[in-house]
């Protein structure tokens, strides 16, 4: 029954498209998980916030006849129509569009990058990424509504050899990084579980709900633990109030998270503990667990919990490491935070797709693991 039920989610959650923040597919995703909520025997809310949406209309650049498809950084400049024609090579080389590489696990821009990128002496950039599977590996935003400097295109690192070739060739090449704006809106997802004494602080359990493709294994196991723990715990007594939040913008600089908090003043004062379901929860390509915690008694529920579903494989990151963009965002403001996530080998690919990426039955352990400590928290006094 339960494995069935995460396999319908992530079945599903992949199957609606490419989940951007605030795209049709995001606002269909959105009313999809008010309707599973509602399937639990709980009312939800969508809580809008507004952004300028980039939509990509032509991103690629062309070498002789040869044309790469890639995807604009969404917090850069754009080019016209007619895009941007020079020289391609090395940073720090003169030319007119230097290539930088970005691994998978990067979080932030390189100093390089970022000079290159609001210098002045550039007309474009190019980002090969480059991640354990050949793929675009789509890089997230640092910040939310940013745009600045020249013109940034990403293209696959499979194409690398190619780019060598042109730069040892010294080509020029023309580029395209071509996008409008629409105004448009997200959504943060919320419910709520009500304890038995309203005296004690709430405990909030949250995932992210957006990125940049069907995001099957980068995003499902996190949203399927979540409606398990919701499941879970609807059919229990617990003594404090749990708060679910499932955010958007996760590839916008984690967003959604700011302005869930934004709206609540204080609000990470009165919570108790958080627990984060983060990226990569079950994926089966390169498959691993971690788990981090903000203090030792967070760490020993969380071992223990893993521990009883003979989940021994898990790797606990030291003790107020916090892995995940919303958890570290909330961390930073004095948050008590269990964490779990996982490493995946098609992480922001493409191919990140129902069903070969992800493992159900480890999907389904690891929702009993966080069912039990999702409890403990609540019953704590």
């Given amino acids: 029954m339960q494995s069935q039920r995460i396999s319908t989610i992530i079945q599903e959650y992949d199957s609606q498209g490419y989940h951007r923040t605030g795209t049709v597919t ?9 309707d599973k909520i509602r399937s639990i025997g709980l009312s939800a809310m969508k809580e809008a916030f507004s952004l300028n949406r980039v ?11 040869s044309i790469i498809e890639g995807l604009p950084m969404f917090d850069c400049l754009y080019t016209d129509e007619n895009g941007i ?74 194409y690398k050899e190619e780019i060598t ?3 040892s060739s010294h080509k020029n090449v023309h580029i395209m990084v071509y996008a409008d704006f629409e105004q448009s809106e997200s959504y943060n997802i919320i419910t709520e579980i ?12 949250m995932t992210p709900r957006s990125g940049w493709w069907n995001c099957a294994s980068e995003r499902g196991g996190g949203i399927a633990c979540w409606l398990e723990v919701m499941q879970y715990i609807i059919s229990k007594k617990v003594s404090r109030n749990v708060i679910f939040v499932a955010t958007s913008a996760h590839e916008l600089g984690a967003y959604g998270i700011q302005s869930f908090l934004d709206k609540r003043p204080d609000f990470i004062k009165k919570v108790s503990n ?18 981090c915690s903000s203090n030792t008694q967070l760490r020993q529920i969380t071992s223990n919990a893993l ?40 992480f922001h690919l493409q191919k990140d797709r129902w069903p070969v990426s992800v493992d159900i ?12 400590i999702v409890f403990e928290l609540a019953n704590t006094e």
């Avoid at 995001?26 to 008010?34: C, G, K």
């Avoid at 039955?361 to 039990?372: C, G, M, T, V, W």
């Fill in 274 to 291: 958080w627990v984060h379901f983060g990226a990569n929860i079950g994926a089966a390509v390169m498959p691993g667990t971690r788990f």
């Fill in 361 to 372: 039955k480890k999907i389904a352990r690891l929702s009993k693991s966080f069912n039990q």
């Fill in 26 to 34: 995001d606002h269909l995703s959105a009313n999809w998980l008010i």
């Fill in 307 to 346: 521990i009883k579903e003979n989940i021994n494989d898990a790797i606990a990151i030291d003790l107020g490491v916090i892995l995940g963009r919303e958890s570290a965002f909330v961390a930073n403001l004095g948050a008590n935070v269990v964490v779990l996530q996982g490493t995946n080998a098609l």
């Fill in 194 to 205: 009500k304890g038995s004494n309203n005296d004690l602080n709430p405990i909030v359990v």
């Fill in 165 to 167: 070739r042109a730069i």
């Fill in 85 to 158: 024609k020079g020289t391609i090579g090395l940073y720090g080389d003169n030319v007119d569009i230097p290539v930088f590489e970005m691994n998978h696990g990067n979080i932030n821009y390189s100093e390089n990058l970022l000079y290159a990128r609001q210098s002045g002496e550039y007309k474009a950039v190019i980002v090969l990424t480059v991640g354990e599977t050949p793929g675009l590996m789509a890089i997230n935003t640092p910040e939310f509504g940013q745009h600045y400097g020249v013109p940034v295109l990403q293209i696959s690192g499979e």
């Fill in 55 to 65: 939509n990509p209309i032509t991103s690629h650049i062309k070498i002789n006849d």
